[in-house]
């Protein structure tokens, strides 16, 4: 029988702290921590095989704290440890007591665990439940491809296993074989405005995850020897889950309430739980971090360096060569051309969730399989699991109908604050899709995203550039420019075959456009699909009215401030008129370009031909269009209104 | 051994009009059809209790196809039998070969189900997948509500059984008892990209559904007995899944292939095909429909008449008086009050996603017990599961953190395309939840459902409503508003107490906005918590700086076009300035303003203070405004600058 003394005294110290640092905060979750400070003392303090002062270090163990709520008790101990914070140009160390500045304005030391802004031993945001197990799972399919031997632990709670996300990621897991996941189910039987869920019993969750292929125990979450035991357990064929029965307030009998989630004590009410939890063990008992056994991979930065070569080459390596000789062709199968050329590089690392065929992800999927994850239709943990990959990293490249990844807006938000490195391809977006009706076409999601590119992450870049190819010269190099973006971002291709517009010759940059014609008339500024449409319009509108509007591709969101001033000097230029069509809803390239002109110098007037019917099913793009006015008359009609008003 | 001659006969006739009905339209998924001819036929033809000439019926059995891909089956058999579509105000009967209308632009047979363009058959629109049997769910639940004995069936692909939100679904029924559900997992082993992954075989789903407390049959899916058998069981506890092990293509080699996921034969396949399945049987085969067995429910419309009353009764009805008489009040608060008066209407439900003791859901799950539906830590069966229960006439709240209803977007694009009246409450918006960070703040909300806001359903009227309370009385207005509104709404509360501002007098309507303060040299346009925040900065600009800023607090969304224009003459009466303050990432209100001013003959110009970095945690609003730029100094300083430059 060992003798967990010193382990104790560790678990009374951090008990403390946790009190104390969630009252000098004002918030927090203490009672939730409490439930796990034998668990996390168990890996912080010896399970774990990793460097507090190094935890960049790749051969390390990796915890992911899926119920971030619960983070006091990590920050408790990482403090303790001396644990590194900050980057690596510029580390620091912190000290027991730095776990009192929890939740300060300048404090790394975040409400929800935030690797972002200074805490490199997370690998992901977490927060917004349920997310966890996915980045666990991307964390251990980027070490098998690395070679080294490490363990990912991930804790999730009770309540927060209703989240589907989790058991998409339990299928994912058993799928892929990654076994280095040691997922931890904190039962302590609490939610926030109620009692558990019998559906997320101890019993139940086992029963759940044996029935899922998991193996799966069932300990004490308090009981040391169970613990090691659960947690030390060789490797079996089936991933591994340790269902711990905890309680929540652990050693504090006030904030075992069920009325205390969330809720640190008041000021006056510490000393009575610091007095509770007994009299202080031996300080700094001899609990030493475990020897780091398996050595660090070496690993190249996940940055730049990624070429795509020329898309004629692309295109014969996955046998459409023709198309690109008859200058017709996908944006999406651009995408995929690129796509495929890229994954020479080791570095790179694709998802899709069943729609590899659709988004043209096959091709790389064919040739690197070890390196393409099919997520299924599962596209929470598929993001998610990108984050974790990419923490690891990899470049992940992460596809799907752009409607689809709708399901994942949280998951891509978090990844945001995360500045996770992923790359993000909608296909399918707007209404060219046609018969398959509003269900598969992605409308809102430049709404959303131009949200992401408007906001900044602390290195001053936008958190998620938007990339819109119009044609397959764009959709080609926009793709080879995603690579070697420093973040996320969310290229958007569409179903049709269009004409190849540009020449190979062209380049493209964050923040760009292309002029495409000279008009004098008007304006018009389009993206994707819909440059094609305008193109038409422009020849009706000097065949049949005399009119010479120009034509301005928007490709990418923010545009830069060169580029928006430019853009208004041309509106200027064309009788202060700019037009501005789109098959989307409200807030992408009109937004955009309406708000510059509204807080600018210039006098232009902007107008805007988006989407604002919920679409219906027609059987070709062209009657789509003319059932939602987007059609080429219809932009002949807008165009020659605006005209008409500026005489 | 019953005879299932005439079933056969059906079965032959449908498979022919799959066939040919998706060659027709050039699209669409026969194979998948096919799998469900035998489960269709037996449904639509002997078990479901219904009325194809009625389909409003309320006492009627439903079928939520929620692998919407296969609905050709659906469509043929509904024609068939001369089932009704349009409107009531409107009905009209199809006929056999309408079916051959297939995603025509002037068909109700959409490429994915979708009520609300005439097909009354369907509760939801569905496509997007995996969310059909949280709206069976919440069929189910008002069913129970309102004394009706009905059935409701809901078909699951296998493929699709990978979307967490299944299993949510799956806890939800369980949790609540909803025993009317008959979930029906369609496996016929083949998905888009892939044969279907090991993780959703017909014995690991029985497993995974047997492990969460279902009764559960695996049937040969096209065995009329088992299916009969199965289907005709009586109920017992436990909720009942049938897992039916089919043929993708069935009767058709050709379509039997792996390539041919969503694709119809070419016209020059069809007559083998045809000729493959055999001779035709006797057409119009001696199959009726069952005879109704529930009477319908005596239904009110579940459209206006929804009074709150006044907020001093409704604050002392959840004990908050005090905080009524002191007029500090959070916003969620006065939702919650206002939630719980309209209670005493038997038309209102409600749903939480476990935080109704933040969002206030509280007081109305106490008072209403039964009309109130805990939907725990699982936002997307939520989302859906209130579309269900607005489908069946019920007006259902649902209310979680902003932040955690983006896990629902999709579900919340396809309740827009299914014109649900559903009413979502985001609280804890923007950044004013401060210490908890970003990982909690609804900050891209406005971006997203502005998008649906502008964009209009078949009657005219917006997709959805966004209504953006700043204080607790224009709180409980506008969630008394949302009641009486016909279609979607999202009501955007905060954390903070905050002042009242409005005396109950005041009247709040859909497009509409208050001028609070006049002003000369600037407009300020604010909304939710940061009006008051700019109530601030007026006091310090006239104080300071001797400048007189007015404001307006925009609590609508879309703008009416009268509302538009008085915002826009208000900022050109104070010198062509309007500068607009939001705690949230661009694409609300800023883009509404900017792009009006940028499309009218106003000169006036616009500029944002909005958010424009991924936040942090602090401990107060006002440190977190501080570090985001958008405390009372930034936005003294911006209305400075913007005044200075129109001089």
Same mark, same amino acid.
């Given at each position: 029988m060992?003798?967990y003394?010193d382990l104790?005294?560790?678990?009374?110290?951090?008990c403390?702290?946790i009190?104390?640092?969630?009252?000098?905060?004002?918030?927090?979750?203490?009672s939730?921590?409490?439930s796990?400070?034998h668990?996390v003392t168990a890996l912080m303090y010896r399970?774990?095989?990793y460097?507090?002062?190094n935890?960049w270090?790749a051969?390390?163990?990796r915890l992911?704290?899926s119920?971030g709520h619960a983070v006091?008790?990590?920050?408790a101990a990482?403090?303790?440890l001396?644990g590194?914070?900050g980057t690596?140009?510029?580390p620091?160390?912190l000290?027991f007591?730095?776990?009192?500045t929890?939740?300060a304005?300048?404090?790394?030391?975040?409400?929800h665990p935030?690797?972002?802004?200074?805490?490199?031993f997370?690998?992901?945001?977490?927060?917004?439940?349920?997310q966890g197990l996915?980045?666990?799972a991307?964390?251990?399919?980027?070490a098998?491809l690395?070679?080294?031997?490490?363990?990912?632990?991930?804790?999730?709670?009770?309540?927060e296993?209703?989240e589907?996300?989790?058991?998409?990621?339990?299928?994912?897991i058993?799928?892929?074989?990654l076994t280095?996941?040691?997922?931890?189910?904190?039962?302590?039987?609490q939610a926030?405005?109620?009692?558990v869920?019998?559906q997320?019993?101890?019993?139940m969750?086992a029963?759940?995850?044996g029935?899922?292929?998991?193996?799966?125990r069932?300990?004490?979450g308090?009981?040391?020897?169970a613990?090691?035991?659960?947690?030390?357990?060789?490797?079996?064929e089936k991933?591994?889950a340790?269902?711990?029965?905890?309680?929540k307030?652990?050693?504090?009998?006030e904030l075992?309430q069920h009325?205390?989630?969330?809720k640190?004590?008041?000021?006056d009410?510490?000393?009575?739980?610091?007095?509770?939890?007994g009299?202080?063990?031996?300080?700094?008992a001899?609990v030493?971090v475990?020897?780091?056994?398996?050595?660090?991979?070496a690993?190249?930065?996940?940055?730049?360096?990624?070429?795509?070569?020329?898309?004629a080459?692309?295109a +014969? #390596? @996955? &046998?459409?060569?023709?198309a690109v000789e008859a200058k017709m062709l /996908?944006?999406r199968?651009?995408?995929g051309?690129a796509?495929?050329?890229?994954g020479?590089?080791?570095?790179?690392?694709a998802?899709d969730?069943d729609?590899?065929n659709?988004t043209?992800?096959l091709?790389f999927a064919t040739?690197?399989?070890?390196r393409?994850?099919?997520?299924?239709?599962a596209e929470?943990?598929?993001?998610? +699991? #990108? @984050? &974790?990959?990419a923490a690891a990293?990899?470049?992940p490249?992460? /596809?799907?109908?752009g409607k689809?990844l709708t399901r994942?807006?949280?998951?891509?938000e978090?990844?945001?604050?995360?500045?996770?490195?992923?790359?993000?391809s909608?296909?399918?977006c707007?209404?060219?899709?046609?018969a398959?009706?509003?269900s598969?076409?992605?409308?809102s999601d430049l709404?959303f995203f131009?949200?992401?590119?408007?906001s900044?992450?602390?290195d001053g870049?936008?958190?998620c550039r938007?990339l819109?190819?119009?044609?397959?010269?764009s959709a080609?190099?926009?793709?080879e420019?995603?690579?070697n973006?420093n973040g996320?971002c969310y290229t958007r291709?569409?179903?049709p075959?269009v004409?190849?517009?540009?020449d190979?010759s062209q380049t493209?940059?964050v923040?760009?456009?292309k002029?495409?014609e000279?008009?004098?008339?008007v304006?018009?500024v389009?993206s994707?699909?819909m440059?094609?449409v305008?193109?038409?319009?422009?020849a009706?509108?000097?065949e049949q009215a005399g009119l010479?509007a120009?034509?301005?591709d928007v490709?990418s969101l923010p545009?830069?401030?060169?580029s928006?001033n430019?853009?208004l000097?041309?509106?200027?230029d064309?009788r202060?008129?700019?037009?501005?069509?789109?098959d989307?809803?409200v807030?992408g390239v009109?937004d955009?370009?309406?708000?510059?002109a509204?807080g600018?110098?210039?006098?232009?007037?902007?107008e805007?031909?988006?989407l604002?019917?919920?679409?219906k099913?027609a059987?070709?793009p062209?009657?789509?269009?003319?059932l939602l006015e987007l059609g080429v008359?219809?932009?002949?009609?807008a165009t020659?209104?605006?005209?008409?008003q500026?005489e």
């Amino acid at each position: 029988m060992a003798d967990y003394k010193d382990l104790d005294a560790k678990v009374n110290q951090l008990c403390k702290q946790i009190v104390r640092m969630c009252t000098a905060a004002g918030s927090g979750h203490p009672s939730s921590a409490l439930s796990l400070v034998h668990i996390v003392t168990a890996l912080m303090y010896r399970l774990m095989r990793y460097e507090p002062a190094n935890p960049w270090n790749a051969g390390a163990d990796r915890l992911v704290l899926s119920e971030g709520h619960a983070v006091p008790v990590v920050y408790a101990a990482y403090c303790d440890l001396g644990g590194v914070v900050g980057t690596q140009m510029a580390p620091s160390e912190l000290r027991f007591d730095d776990a009192l500045t929890l939740r300060a304005a300048d404090s790394v030391l975040d409400g929800h665990p935030n690797p972002a802004i200074g805490f490199p031993f997370f690998d992901s945001a977490t927060g917004s439940l349920g997310q966890g197990l996915s980045t666990a799972a991307g964390l251990a399919a980027a070490a098998r491809l690395d070679g080294i031997d490490k363990k990912i632990y991930c804790i999730c709670g009770d309540g927060e296993s209703r989240e589907g996300q989790i058991w998409e990621a339990v299928d994912f897991i058993v799928d892929h074989k990654l076994t280095a996941v040691r997922a931890i189910f904190n039962c302590n039987g609490q939610a926030q405005s109620d009692y558990v869920s019998p559906q997320q019993s101890p019993e139940m969750l086992a029963g759940k995850l044996g029935a899922c292929g998991f193996e799966v125990r069932i300990i004490d979450g308090h009981d040391w020897e169970a613990i090691f035991e659960a947690l030390e357990a060789a490797p079996g064929e089936k991933p591994l889950a340790v269902v711990a029965r905890t309680v929540k307030g652990w050693g504090v009998t006030e904030l075992k309430q069920h009325t205390y989630h969330g809720k640190p004590l008041k000021a006056d009410q510490v000393e009575a739980a610091l007095a509770e939890l007994g009299p202080e063990g031996e300080e700094g008992a001899d609990v030493r971090v475990a020897q780091l056994q398996s050595p660090p991979a070496a690993t190249r930065p996940a940055r730049a360096g990624f070429a795509a070569g020329g898309l004629a080459e692309a295109a +014969a #390596a @996955v &046998g459409i060569a023709d198309a690109v000789e008859a200058k017709m062709l /996908s944006t999406r199968r651009a995408y995929g051309a690129a796509l495929n050329v890229m994954g020479a590089d080791d570095r790179i690392v694709a998802l899709d969730g069943d729609v590899k065929n659709s988004t043209f992800a096959l091709w790389f999927a064919t040739n690197y399989p070890d390196r393409y994850f099919e997520a299924r239709i599962a596209e929470q943990n598929m993001v998610s +699991a #990108a @984050v &974790g990959l990419a923490a690891a990293g990899k470049v992940p490249f992460v /596809s799907s109908f752009g409607k689809f990844l709708t399901r994942a807006y949280d998951q891509i938000e978090m990844a945001a604050i995360s500045s996770a490195n992923i790359k993000l391809s909608g296909s399918h977006c707007g209404v060219s899709l046609a018969a398959d009706g509003p269900s598969q076409m992605a409308l809102s999601d430049l709404g959303f995203f131009r949200g992401l590119a408007h906001s900044h992450r602390s290195d001053g870049d936008p958190a998620c550039r938007i990339l819109l190819p119009s044609d397959a010269v764009s959709a080609f190099k926009l793709t080879e420019l995603a690579a070697n973006i420093n973040g996320m971002c969310y290229t958007r291709t569409h179903r049709p075959d269009v004409p190849i517009i540009y020449d190979e010759s062209q380049t493209f940059e964050v923040g760009g456009y292309k002029h495409l014609e000279d008009g004098e008339d008007v304006a018009i500024v389009a993206s994707g699909y819909m440059v094609h449409v305008v193109r038409e319009a422009l020849a009706v509108l000097e065949e049949q009215a005399g009119l010479s509007a120009g034509l301005i591709d928007v490709y990418s969101l923010p545009l830069s401030e060169a580029s928006t001033n430019e853009i208004l000097q041309i509106g200027d230029d064309c009788r202060g008129q700019i037009l501005v069509v789109e098959d989307n809803y409200v807030g992408g390239v009109y937004d955009e370009i309406a708000a510059a002109a509204a807080g600018s110098d210039f006098g232009v007037r902007v107008e805007g031909r988006v989407l604002r019917a919920i679409p219906k099913s027609a059987r070709t793009p062209e009657e789509t269009l003319a059932l939602l006015e987007l059609g080429v008359s219809d932009i002949v009609a807008a165009t020659q209104k605006m005209f008409d008003q500026s005489e």
